[in-house]
């Protein structure tokens, strides 16, 4: 895990809380990638190249200690969760002793199969921001190697597409869910004693609401 100056991106509202738990995600594929960083530094372009990109958030203090860290004792794991109506979900999980930090990825969405499909075979790169002010963040590619995504890729494709907007009304439930300890087991033999989650959203809204999950408002997106 290094620093990086690349531009940050845009999060829900900042939390008031001490420690927000909820953030959201984006997933950017290698065009989108070199789109969204055309007016960047060569050097800064150079490190994205023909990667796919997958940006999260954490609190200001778990951001401190991974920087701090820089890898040496994070661990990285990969979990699936499913719902009642058949949905499912894969969890990248970020490690630093008690302190977990969950992407949580709808296998139901068509970018996000394209995104496993492609991790099954190559790398891609992570983008950790702390909630804070200060503008920091860390780049690093995902240390897991392509056959951890070989389950996920076979779970995407069980999936009953028909019942999408059952696995949108869902997603209150689901978040509330994947903010709990005990949903993915500790990477460390310590206890978990905090755990950030961000989630990508749904695209491809017909329609768009709210809900609060944990003191925070959460875009909930209807789809076709």
């Known amino acids: 895990m290094h620093t990086t100056d690349l531009r940050t991106f845009p999060y829900l509202e900042k939390s008031k809380k001490e420690k927000p738990q909820l953030h959201t995600a984006q997933l950017l594929s290698p065009q989108e990638v070199e789109m969204a960083f055309k007016d960047d530094t060569e050097e800064n372009r150079a490190q994205l190249r023909d990667h796919w990109l997958l940006t999260g958030a954490v609190h200001q203090e778990m951001y ?3 920087r701090t860290d820089e890898g040496r004792e994070a661990g990285v794991g990969l979990a699936t969760l499913s719902t009642p109506s058949g949905a ?3 969890i990248l999980c970020t490690q630093l002793h008690s302190r977990q930090h969950r992407h949580v990825l709808p296998l139901y969405e068509p970018k996000v199969a394209q995104f496993i499909e492609s991790a099954t075979r190559e790398s891609f790169l992570m983008y950790i ?17 392509g056959q951890y ?5 076979t779970l995407c494709k069980t999936i009953d597409m ?11 439930a689901l978040i509330e869910r994947v903010t709990m300890l ?6 460390k033999s310590s206890s978990l004693t905090e755990v950030d989650v961000s989630i990508f959203l749904p695209q491809q809204s017909a329609a768009s609401g709210f809900f609060e999950v944990d003191g925070h408002n959460v875009p909930c997106v209807y789809c076709h």
Do not use: H, N, Q
């Not at 921001?129 to 190697?145: A, F």
């Not at 995504?149 to 890729?153: G, H, Q, W």
């Not at 005990?182 to 990477?187: D, E, I, N, Y």
């Open 129 to 145: 921001e702390g909630s804070g002010d200060d503008g920091t963040r860390m780049l690093y590619t995902c240390p897991l190697p």
């Open 149 to 153: 995504f070989l389950p996920i890729r």
């Open 88 to 90: 499912a979900y894969a």
């Open 162 to 172: 028909t019942k999408r907007l059952d696995f949108i009304e869902e997603l209150p």
């Open 64 to 66: 401190g200690a991974l």
């Open 182 to 187: 005990t949903v993915v087991k500790s990477l």
